[in-house]
């Protein structure tokens, strides 16, 4: 059975840090590319942050420089630093991880439950 269980949320005042963890279970973690993504109230879920089998990794432009991902394929587990947070930044944080089957020619997307982070004074 597949797991992605995310922690690390709360509230936090903005200009403050968290550092989100999403620990995996049922997946061969190092073949997979590792994102978050967040969904704040009524707006649609939008990608943040991802980090390749490589290490590689990417974020969404209103992160850069304030969000760090980082993996750790011996503990399989997927970090998310994030720094000088906003209120905008209130969302749920999924974590999500992603690969794609050559043979069925389809992609696998696994996601967390998620982990609600609250910027606020």
């Known amino acids: 059975q597949v797991q992605l269980v995310e922690s690390g949320g709360g509230l936090v005042q903005p200009g403050g840090s968290l550092r989100l963890s999403c620990v995996t279970s049922?997946?061969?973690?190092?073949?997979?590319?590792m994102a978050w993504f967040r969904q704040a109230p009524g707006k649609q879920r939008e990608w943040v942050a991802a980090?390749?089998?490589?290490?590689?990794?990417k974020y969404a432009d209103s992160e850069e420089g304030r969000f760090t991902i980082s993996r750790d394929n011996a503990k399989n587990t997927v970090s998310l630093q994030m720094n000088s947070l906003k209120p905008e930044d209130t969302a749920v944080y999924y974590c999500?991880?992603?690969?794609?089957?050559?043979?069925?020619?389809?992609?696998?997307?696994?996601w967390g439950q998620g982990t609600q982070v609250t910027v606020s004074s």
């Open positions: 980090i390749d089998t490589g290490g590689t990794t």
């Open positions: 999500n991880a992603a690969r794609w089957n050559a043979g069925s020619a389809t992609n696998v997307n696994y």
């Open positions: 049922g997946i061969v973690f190092d073949i997979y590319t």
